[in-house]
């Protein structure tokens, strides 16, 4: 034995570094997606938080409470008098 390969090491360091970032940015990156497609905002923070609190089901319950509450805001209020819409399937060119 030689002793110690300090190219494993740093191979094992550089791995473990890109292992510590993914973990932590996922919080990021899901309030990046978040915005992209809903337009809803939120801090990794938050998200953190809440994960830490309530664990993914409590993230899963806070994401379909905002896009709950945005698609409230924005759709028009439904009467039996408003009209049908068209079928999703009428949309696509055939």
Same mark, same amino acid.
């Given at each position: 034995?030689? @002793?110690?390969?300090? #190219?494993? !090491?740093? $191979?094992?360091? !550089?791995?473990?570094a890109i292992l510590i970032i993914s973990f932590g940015s +996922?919080?990021?990156?899901?309030?990046?997606?978040?915005?992209?497609? /809903?337009?809803? +905002?939120? /801090?990794? @923070? #938050?998200?953190m938080r809440v994960y830490r609190e309530h664990g993914k089901?409590?993230? +899963? #319950?806070? $994401?379909?409470?905002?896009?709950? +509450?945005?698609?409230?805001?924005?759709?028009? !209020?439904? /009467?039996?008098? /408003?009209? @049908?819409a068209k079928p999703v399937t009428d949309l696509i060119d055939?």
């Amino acid at each position: 034995m030689s @002793g110690i390969d300090y #190219e494993h !090491v740093l $191979f094992v360091v !550089v791995l473990l570094a890109i292992l510590i970032i993914s973990f932590g940015s +996922r919080a990021r990156v899901f309030c990046q997606y978040l915005h992209y497609m /809903t337009g809803i +905002r939120l /801090t990794p @923070g #938050e998200v953190m938080r809440v994960y830490r609190e309530h664990g993914k089901p409590g993230v +899963r #319950e806070l $994401f379909l409470d905002l896009l709950i +509450r945005a698609d409230l805001e924005e759709a028009p !209020v439904i /009467t039996p008098e /408003t009209p @049908g819409a068209k079928p999703v399937t009428d949309l696509i060119d055939k």
